[in-house]
């Protein structure tokens, strides 16, 4: 008992911990936007100039004490409101990308005029060239602003030598006490302002590298993504035992010429993300959609006991989705239209082929027999093949149709499935399995692993 408060305790710290966190990032994204609303360039620029203004305002209040102190602080206070004004157009105008030249020329200018005040190279200031430059960089497009910069920094450098060398416009420091405390101060300083933008810079970066990942787990799954970044390729690999689910919709193509283009998108997208979600609650993979076509397989990329059990139910889901989202459309006085599934289970190759536009896709005859099976049913009913039939009949209610014509496949049985059946699904949901449902499923992964073994032996 107390093992068990300890694992609720430390819970609810994880959770705690999570939610702090959290409330952290968000109040980070407040100030450099948010990475799934605004690209990595926007950010960073915001960043900068955002650490640039506060770090600015901060430290013009420590230069009072100095002997040109009073220079010094409407210098530093003067640019620190100029990098919040380009923050300001930055962060909520988006004009960035035409402020680069007037961030580059704010800040050499300021490090320029900064030197001068602070003694030249016997002062601290000029460590910040080093960051400039790098910011510069970071923040360029292209090979030419990337020199351009350069090229700038370099100009700046070599001008504030000679100024330094052939001028008396270089302001030295009352004391070597003052000078060794500046010098001490900028050169801490300078590392705690670089510090700070590269760890912003690197949250950034982190951002942006976890939009790439699930941007390619969206497009692929999970195993196959980890093999192609591995290997750069996807090796293709045969199933011996996976499900295959077609739908299409009946009457789709004279319902689509009522509507507009943004209509039937809008349409198809309300039923496919649906779709996309029932998919994912029930373990299958979906593997694409062809027009109002959508097509998904339990069984691939991991091997699974009760493929062919979960790829009912979820075609059953989907039966219940799309009855309630024709009754809502028929309400609205919208036209509607009906779906047909076609299930069928056997081998089949699965992979990523082609350089361009990876796309997870399966191939086989199981793959034409399944698309047979929804050609062949009727609207608002779920057709399978005799070869899935074998595998769900103790799980569901199966009427035969006996044996009917499919496109170049001859005769083949098939069935309806009518629902769970009735000892197997809960007393107020029809579509819910009970218990026995679930202890049957474990017995037919005991009966899958004994065959195996016996295989194998």
Known sequence: MPGKTGFLGQSTGIKVTGERMQKLLNSLYLIIGNPRFHSLEHRLFSTITFVNGLSNLVGSFSNLGLEMGLPLFYLNFGTGLLF????????????????????????????????????????GTHYY??????????????????????????????????????????????????????????????????????????????????????????????????ELKREQKVQPRHYDDVTVLFTDFKGFTNIAESMSPQELVSELDECFRSFDEIVKQCGLEKIKTIGDAYMAAG???????????RTIQAALEMLRFMDRWKEQKESQGKPSWQIRIGIHTGPLVAGVIGTEKFAYDVWGDTVNLASRMESSGEPG??????????????????????????????????????????????????????????SQLLDMARQNGTGMAATAG
């Open 299 to 309: 069984g691939i990329p991991q091997e699974s006991h009760d493929h062919s059990v």
């Open 84 to 123: 919040f004004v380009l923050y300001f157009f930055s962060r909520f105008k988006s004009v960035y990308r035409s402020l680069y030249w007037p961030l580059m020329f704010l800040i050499f200018g300021f490090l320029s005029v900064n030197i001068v005040l602070n003694a030249g190279s016997m002062g």
């Open 381 to 438: 009913r779920i057709n399978i093949s005799g070869e899935t039939y074998e595998l769900v009949k103790r799980f569901f209610d199966c009427e035969h149709r006996g044996q009917i014509q499919a496109k170049n496949k001859g005769m083949v049985d098939m069935y309806f499935i009518n629902g769970l059946l009735p000892h197997l699904r809960d007393s107020d949901d029809p579509l819910k399995p009970n218990f026995l449902f679930e």
């Open 129 to 226: 060239l080093i960051p400039a430059l790098v910011i510069g960089v970071i923040l360029s497009r292209g090979w030419k602003t990337t020199m351009a910069v350069i090229i700038l920094s370099g100009l700046v450098t070599l001008a504030l030598f000679m100024i330094e060398r052939n001028t008396d416009l270089i302001v030295p420091y009352a004391s070597e006490q003052e000078r060794w405390e500046d010098v001490l101060g900028q050169y801490f300083f300078v590392q705690m302002f670089t510090g700070i933008l590269v760890v912003i810079l690197a949250g950034n970066f982190h951002d942006e590298r976890e939009k790439s990942e699930a941007l390619l787990r969206n497009t692929l799954p999970t195993p196959i993504a980890d």
